[in-house]
């Protein structure tokens, strides 16, 4: 045999199909137990919530249809093809031409696939709008290049913006000689990411200051417009036990810097919530009473040490931004 076998058996195409296998199981198992984020790549995450579920199934069960209407539709097309080809002497059958029994089959048999897809997907849609008895609410207004976390409820008073954790600004620079890859979740990554507790509804009050942006967490099955002079809800309740970083992005083309808006959420149990809550608030009473000694200023008015006004982005901000070009 003149047949040659490498020395190096990877190079083999068995072996290199076992190990393309393994690759692929070592992603779609072992990928969500490495990372917070619950995506394998391959499909679309979990999730963390129990709308992120709810939407899961929906996708997965019409998913399986989709693949059912395919194997049937191929199949009966390609036995078709093979059963019926010229070179085997068939002779088309052209008694079904304007057959009204059959077009009425092929009309009715999509409208009740339509409908069967249609009743899990609405009570999906219908539950994602319902906002009902929300624990925490946070007024979330989109910058550009930044967002804004103004929380309401026991958290009245904290408000404070998320900005591009400076590391990954750095190395975003034209010629900044920092390698990306060597940034830890480069351009994922905030100053202050937005806190909330696990096993709580929490309402998110979303609007803009000047486009459009949207606020998207996949792992939350979370995303929604944040638009100038509306103001859009939206709601997730993150499992108990379900506690870690999640991150997301813009998911609207907002300008020039939109891949440089990444969000960050810290889920805690509601008791480290609390504390982290207290720390906020001395934090604002501490600024508050700093800025003004004679204590006539308003304090919940009063953003915390080091944060930005209400409604204006923090002036450094907007300079490092200008910066980049
Ligand atoms: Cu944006």
Known sequence: MSMIRGDDESTFPPFRLWARALGL??????APLALANTSNGYNLPVGVTSLSRDIYALHMEVFWICVGIAVVVFGVMIYALVKFRHSRGAIPDTTLLHSTQVEIIWTVIPVVILVVMAIPAAKVI????????SELSIRVTGYQWKWQYQYMDAAEGINFFSTLAQDSNFARQLHSGIDPKTVPNYLLDVDK???IPSGTKVRLLLTSQD???A????????????????????WFTVD??????????????????????????????PDEFKKWVLEQKAAVKQAAAASDPSGSASR???????????????RSAQVLSKAAF
């Open 215 to 234: 606020w998207w967490v996949p792992d939350f099955g979370a995303k929604r417009s944040a638009i100038p002079g509306f103001v859009n809800e939206l």
């Open 25 to 30: 199981a070592a992603a779609l198992g072992l």
């Open 211 to 213: 486009v459009i942006h």
């Open 126 to 133: 219908l539950m994602m709008e319902d906002t009902r008895n």
């Open 300 to 314: 919940s008015s009063q953003p915390a040490a080091g944060l930005s006004p209400v409604g204006r982005p923090p």
């Open 240 to 269: 108990p036990g379900k506690e870690g970083i999640y991150r997301g992005q813009c998911a609207a083309l907002c300008g020039r810097d939109h891949g440089f808006m990444p969000i960050v959420v810290d889920v805690r149990t």
């Open 193 to 195: 990411p937005m806190v």
